[in-house]
């Protein structure tokens, strides 16, 4: 299994909207003690390989900026011949709102260069995606500032609350499949997790 989480390197970059997929990988890595190391040779990446609740993984995290993702993507799949249904990409995501995150199982790129990026260097949209929602601007702030902007002092508990629940929803994905993520998880986050209810 490889999982990917998608971000900008750099300190600049660590704590904004796009970079969830990073931070996603991060808290994962973090809970089952494991510790990324860089491969600096082209295309650069962080990377860790290790049980995962039992279960043997590859995380991932591309180092080439957003819109050169899929270059690590897929030398590491080429490398250890990861087919791509064994392939999950952990990324933010405009057109889901804050406090909310959705499995799917493939699809274009939605304008998310990460992904049209990693879609154009395996040669295909089928591979399933965890897709962490941050929302679009209330005032006309250019999208590209907007998710290079770290996130609100009063959005910072939602998000915190929402990668929580990736973990397990990752997990979840890791030990029964995409399937089972997408019905566990889609849809129920706001009640189940986020609101308390």
Same mark, same amino acid.
């Given at each position: 299994?490889?999982?990917?989480?998608? @971000?900008?390197?750099?300190?600049?970059?660590?704590? !904004?909207?796009?970079?969830?997929?990073?931070?996603?990988?991060?808290?994962?890595?973090?809970?089952?003690?494991? $510790?990324?190391?860089?491969?600096?040779?082209?295309?650069?990446?962080?990377?860790?390989?290790?049980?995962?609740?039992?279960?043997?993984?590859?995380?991932?995290?591309?180092? !080439?900026?957003?819109?050169?993702?899929?270059?690590?993507?897929?030398?590491?799949?080429?490398?250890?011949?990861?087919?791509?249904?064994?392939?999950?990409?952990?990324? $933010? $995501?405009?057109?889901?709102?804050?406090?909310?995150?959705?499995? !799917?199982?493939?699809?274009?790129?939605?304008?998310?260069?990460?992904?049209?990026?990693?879609?154009?260097?395996?040669?295909?949209?089928?591979?399933?995606?965890?897709?962490?929602?941050?929302?679009?601007?209330?005032?006309?702030?250019?999208?590209?500032?907007?998710?290079?902007?770290?996130?609100?002092?009063?959005?910072?508990?939602?998000?915190?609350?929402?990668? $929580?629940?990736?973990?397990?929803?990752?997990?979840?994905?890791?030990?029964? @499949?995409?399937?089972?993520?997408?019905?566990?998880?889609?849809?129920?986050?706001?009640?189940?997790?986020? !609101?308390?209810?």
């Amino acid at each position: 299994m490889l999982l990917v989480g998608l @971000g900008n390197p750099g300190p600049q970059y660590r704590y !904004t909207r796009h970079n969830v997929g990073f931070v996603a990988l991060d808290r994962l890595a973090l809970q089952f003690g494991l $510790d990324f190391i860089p491969h600096k040779k082209f295309p650069p990446y962080e990377s860790v390989s290790g049980f995962v609740a039992g279960i043997p993984a590859i995380l991932l995290k591309p180092l !080439t900026y957003m819109n050169r993702s899929g270059d690590a993507v897929a030398s590491v799949l080429n490398f250890y011949k990861i087919s791509l249904d064994k392939l999950l990409v952990v990324h $933010d $995501d405009l057109d889901l709102p804050l406090g909310s995150l959705k499995f !799917t199982q493939g699809g274009g790129s939605g304008g998310h260069k990460g992904i049209g990026s990693i879609i154009g260097s395996v040669g295909s949209k089928e591979f399933p995606r965890l897709r962490i929602g941050i929302g679009r601007p209330f005032s006309p702030v250019p999208i590209d500032k907007y998710v290079l902007s770290p996130f609100l002092s009063e959005e910072a508990p939602v998000i915190g609350k929402v990668l $929580d629940v990736s973990i397990k929803g990752l997990v979840c994905f890791l030990e029964k @499949g995409i399937e089972a993520a997408m019905n566990e998880f889609n849809g129920k986050i706001e009640a189940k997790y986020v !609101t308390g209810l």
